[in-house]
């Protein structure tokens, strides 16, 4: 008989996060999968469990979870962990979990701290429907696409940012989103924790007077005006090029205003 994977989350910072279930299951638990041994350990000693753990991470992820599964097959009862917060949230795990439910094992979670659900509620911007996009990639030509792409969601978008690059992704930002609220929550439930909040340029501004920015980071960007009925591609650059601006400058307006790609609007002018 299979026994139970638990997902436990765990602190984001202030150890008084910790839920008393989570304590119970990892102090029940026969082995505890970790996404660093170290780190965890740690956060075990203060509580005074001991129990066996191993490393479960995005370089061993494929091949550790085979011998999970068997151990799980086993009747050997699995929680696992990632560093801080909620698993599986831009943390390993997802093949782990495909592979228990697909061999029948039940799959339990352990709910607590969250950075993206904390910093949702306390910064200010609409919580009715938001959309989670875990990390904005590295390079500014691809975030600027991955923000073009969501520029239609109808929501409050959250982000993960990490200190090194949070004032070129902010440049980024107001390049494609203008004025649209923004909220930098830094170091959630941490002794330096703060909330800065206003459009990118405002908030890039606080940071950049700043010998340097350090933290876990969570980038949070409020939804877009209500859309407006909007003439024809053709139309729209057509307008454009009757108020003197050149077709090429004008194809990228039209293309940069709705979202699209320039390749998108060349088509449509065909």
Do not use: W
Request: net charge neutral; proline share 6%; charged share 25%.
């Amino acid at each position: 008989m299979p026994a139970t994977l638990y997902l436990v989350a765990t602190p984001i910072g202030n150890l008084e996060d910790i839920t008393l279930r989570a304590l119970r299951v990892l102090r029940e638990a026969d082995l505890i999968a970790c996404e660093d041994t170290r780190h965890t350990g740690k956060l075990l000693g203060h509580f005074g469990i001991d129990k066996p753990t191993v490393s479960y991470h995005e370089h061993n992820e494929a091949a550790r979870t085979a011998d999970l599964i068997a151990k799980l097959e086993s009747d050997v009862t699995v929680a696992l962990v990632s560093d801080a917060g909620t698993p599986l949230v831009s943390d390993p795990g997802y093949r782990l979990v495909n592979a228990a439910i697909a061999a029948g094992i039940p799959v339990v979670p352990v709910p607590g701290a969250s950075a993206v659900l904390g910093a949702l509620a306390a910064a200010g911007l609409p919580t009715e429907a938001f959309r989670f996009c875990g990390f904005l990639p590295a390079k500014t030509g691809q975030r600027k696409k991955a923000l073009e792409a969501l520029r239609g969601e109808d929501c409050t978008l959250v982000f993960y940012e990490a200190p090194h690059r949070i004032l070129d992704a902010l440049a980024d930002l107001a390049a494609v989103y203008g004025d649209r609220p923004v909220v930098v929550a830094r170091e959630l439930t941490k002794l330096h924790e703060e909330f800065l909040r206003g459009t990118a340029d405002e908030v890039r501004s606080q940071l950049a007077g700043r010998p340097s920015v350090k933290g876990e980071i969570a980038l949070l960007v409020g939804k877009g005006a209500p859309a407006i009925a909007v003439i024809p591609v053709e139309a729209a650059v057509r307008e454009l090029e009757q108020k003197g601006v050149p077709r090429m400058d004008a194809i990228k307006q039209v293309a940069r205003e709705r979202g699209l790609s320039k390749r998108e609007v060349y088509k449509q002018l065909m």
